[in-house]
């Protein structure tokens, strides 16, 4: 079964304190530049919580799609345990 992907607001996703250890800004640059060129080519991951998504993987995209001054990104919603 193929995961389908859906277009979620960035200010509707919490990023746990787990995931938020420093991040790498060059990657970040990076993965935006390639953003432009290709589009994102892998959706971040996200898992639902009451009224709002949970980031689970993708931190790097997330931030990346965030510098480049977008309201929304391209995300799978999965089903994962909690952090």
């Known amino acids: 079964m193929l995961m389908k992907s859906v277009s979620v607001k960035l200010d ?3 990023v746990p304190v787990k995931l938020r250890a420093p991040f790498d800004p060059q990657k970040v640059e990076a993965i935006a530049n ?11 991951q ?10 689970v993987t993708g931190l790097h995209r997330l ?3 965030r ?3 977008e ?3 391209q995300a799978f919603i999965v089903r994962a345990r909690q952090h």
């Open 34 to 44: 390639s953003i432009i060129e290709n589009g994102l080519q892998t959706p971040i």
């Open 71 to 73: 309201a929304t990104i």
């Open 67 to 69: 510098l480049l001054g």
């Open 46 to 55: 996200v898992r639902v919580d009451k009224d709002r998504y949970v980031l």
């Open 63 to 65: 931030e990346a799609v």
């Open 12 to 14: 509707e996703i919490y």
